[in-house]
């Protein structure tokens, strides 16, 4: 029968070495998300045919437009923007 400080031993070293690989693979899958965070870009660019600076600014001022259209859509719009049926607010159109 194995003692409990065998037993422990045992499964600080399998600790270690499950650590270890984690860290391994943490640092591969940073390494891939990297990879995918620059095809992005790259795939960007082709689609929008700008480069460096010039897709940078372009997507900044997109992301600025967005955010002002955010802002100033009328209360009415926004309701029906999240509206999801004609009926969500309990009003059917065909009744009385």
């Known amino acids: 029968m194995i003692s409990t400080a065998e037993k422990l031993s045992r499964l600080e070293t399998k600790i270690k070495k ?15 998300l990297a990879e995918y965070d620059k095809l992005c870009l790259l795939a ?4 929008f045919k700008l ?3 010039d897709l ?14 955010k802002k100033n859509v009328p209360e009415s719009d926004a309701e ?7 009926f969500d607010d ?7």
């Open 18 to 32: 499950q650590k270890a690989a984690i860290a391994e693979e943490t640092k591969k899958l940073n390494a891939d």
């Open 44 to 47: 960007l660019a082709d689609k």
């Open 51 to 53: 480069k460096g600076k």
């Open 56 to 69: 940078f600014t372009a997507i900044e001022r997109e992301h600025e437009q967005l955010e002002k259209l």
């Open 80 to 86: 029906t923007l999240r509206q999801t049926s004609l």
């Open 90 to 96: 309990d009003a059917n159109p065909f009744e009385g």
